[in-house]
């Protein structure tokens, strides 16, 4: 079966220090991934999606950035991080029919 | 993709039926109703999806009108560990190739008493 990890699992980051979110797949092969991210009390943001290796579109313009160096290997990146990069960052696969998510990283900015 | 309206907040007594009612009015010909759940501080689970029929699977039944203008999942026999944000989601079918993201809205905060 499908398994998707993301880590860390939290994480507490002084600003304008840099990021490396992890999210790696199993049991599927060549995976459409989504980066998403869930500010507290509110609903999810799409922030990045590759339908594969190397293949990254944006959906909102800020400094984070992803890349997606192998088949099952989906990284979020910031070069200096923001207060407002603060929130529970979730990767997520797509099947045929839906989608499923991983279990998140909770990223504390301070 | 065609809004839904769900109720804010809903109560169920461990071991009975929790129904959970989605309005979905304005859903076209081709869109699907997606539910998902969201237990507090881990990731969305998705739950079941459906078209046109009823659906069951091993975690819920989703009977949907004739008229596809609403929805409802059951959960058949809720536990402690169903107490959770449901979220309702209508659009077209993630098969059709698009990229774009599933959007929840504000869901319904199930609360399942002992």
């Known amino acids: 079966s499908q398994t998707i990890h993301q880590w860390p699992a939290t994480l507490v980051q002084p600003v304008g220090s840099p990021l490396s979110l992890e999210c790696t797949v199993e049991?599927?092969?060549?995976?459409?991934l989504y980066w998403y991210r869930q500010a507290a009390g509110r609903g999810l943001q799409l922030l990045f999606y590759s339908v594969g290796i190397g293949q990254i579109s944006s959906e909102v313009p800020q400094n984070l950035s992803a890349s997606r160096p192998q088949d099952r290997q989906f990284i979020l990146s910031s070069k200096k991080l923001l207060l407002s990069d603060s929130g529970f960052y979730l990767c997520?696969?797509?099947?045929?029919?839906?989608?499923?998510f991983g279990p998140g990283t909770r990223l504390t900015v301070l | 993709d065609a809004k839904t309206t769900q109720p804010t907040s809903m109560d169920c007594a461990e071991g009975r039926a929790a129904n959970l009612p989605c309005n979905h009015s304005?859903?076209?010909?081709?869109?699907?109703v997606y539910w998902y759940r969201q237990i507090h501080s881990q990731g969305p689970q998705y739950i079941i999806h459906g078209l046109k029929n009823n659906e069951t699977n091993e975690m819920a039944s989703l009977i949907i009108t004739e008229d596809r203008k609403s929805s409802t999942l059951i959960l058949p026999h809720a536990t402690l560990r169903d107490t959770a944000v449901y979220y309702c989601?209508?659009?077209?079918?993630?098969?059709?190739?698009?990229?774009?993201?599933?959007?929840f809205g504000s869901g319904t905060q199930l609360t399942v008493l002992p």
């Open positions: 989601i209508v659009r077209v079918s993630l098969s059709s190739g698009s990229a774009r993201q599933l959007t």
């Open positions: 997520a696969w797509r099947t045929a029919h839906t989608q499923y």
């Open positions: 304005t859903i076209s010909g081709n869109e699907y």
């Open positions: 049991g599927t092969s060549n995976p459409n």
